[in-house]
Each structure stands twice: as structure tokens, then as C-alpha cells.
């Protein structure tokens, strides 16, 4: 593996970290405001960002290479809204997406086919990933600020 690619991959482990970090602040907030299946979702989100993360980890090991931490920013805390939380998860979990297809791109330039493989799970995974933030965002728009409504979408995603 080159040393462009192990860089990369390194940066994508660290920035699975930072998702998980997000959401976890954002679990923080809806869970100050007493939307505990919100804040429940959000914090299976995070576990799931490190699961991801290790992912990394172990495929840069198995590739012998070396995995480096790097500085994690601090999260935005705080949100006028429900809807702004998942409309800030949408464009991170965007951002997200557009990192892997770079990585992907940037593998098979140098053809790593490994490193291919490995990421076409990604690439599927962050599908999922915006279409779920995507019904969110659908639903808390639908129900803007009703309680009733608010309340069922976070007794929905307590079930998560």
C-alpha cells in the first residue's frame, strides 16, 4: 500500500471516530431535552461510527500498515431543533460518502484491489445511511413543532 493510501485510509478511520464524537453530542442534546428515543438512536449511531471506525483499524493492520491517531474537534453542542440534529446528521453522513468514493477512487488509481473490496461495503452502508437520515428529517418536517407528533417520532426511534 502506498504511503498517499495509507494516509487516506488513516484519515477515514479518524474521521469514523469524529462521527461517532457528533453523534453522541447530538444524542447529548436530545436527551437534555428530554427526547430519549432520539437520543437513544443517536447514540447507536455512534456505536455503530466506531464499529465502522474499527473497520478501518483492522484493514489497515491486516494490510500492514499503521494506524494514527489524530485530534478530534469538538462537536457542535448545540441545536435550535430536532430537525436541525438530523438535518446535520444528513450532511455529515454526505460528507461521509463523498470520503469513501475519494478513497475508492484514490484505490483503484493505484490498484489496490484489497483496499476495493473492502470499501464497496461502504459504499452500500452510507446508502443506508443518508436514506434513514433522509425519513428522519421527512417525518420531523411533517410533525414540525406538534408534541403529539414530535413524541411518536422520538418513541420510533427509542426502537431503534
Known sequence: MSEKLLKALNDQYNFEMLSGYYYLAMA????????????HFLVEQAKEEYEHAMKFYDFINDMDG???MQAIPEPKN?????????????????????????????????????????????????????????????KLEGVQKHFHGLMMVDRELGSR
Open 66 to 68: 499503521r494506524v494514527k
Open 78 to 138: 448545540d441545536y435550535s431543533s430536532f430537525l436541525e440534529v438530523f438535518e446535520t446528521a444528513l450532511e455529515h453522513e454526505k460528507k461521509v460518502t463523498g470520503r469513501i468514493y475519494d478513497l475508492l477512487k484514490l484505490a483503484e488509481e493505484e490498484k489496490s484491489y484489497p483496499t476495493v473490496q473492502f470499501l464497496q461495503w461502504f459504499v452500500s452502508e452510507q446508502l443506508e445511511e443518508e436514506n434513514s437520515m433522509k425519513d428522519i428529517i421527512f
Open 28 to 39: 447529548s442534546y436530545c436527551e437534555s431535552e428530554n427526547m430519549k428515543g432520539m437520543a
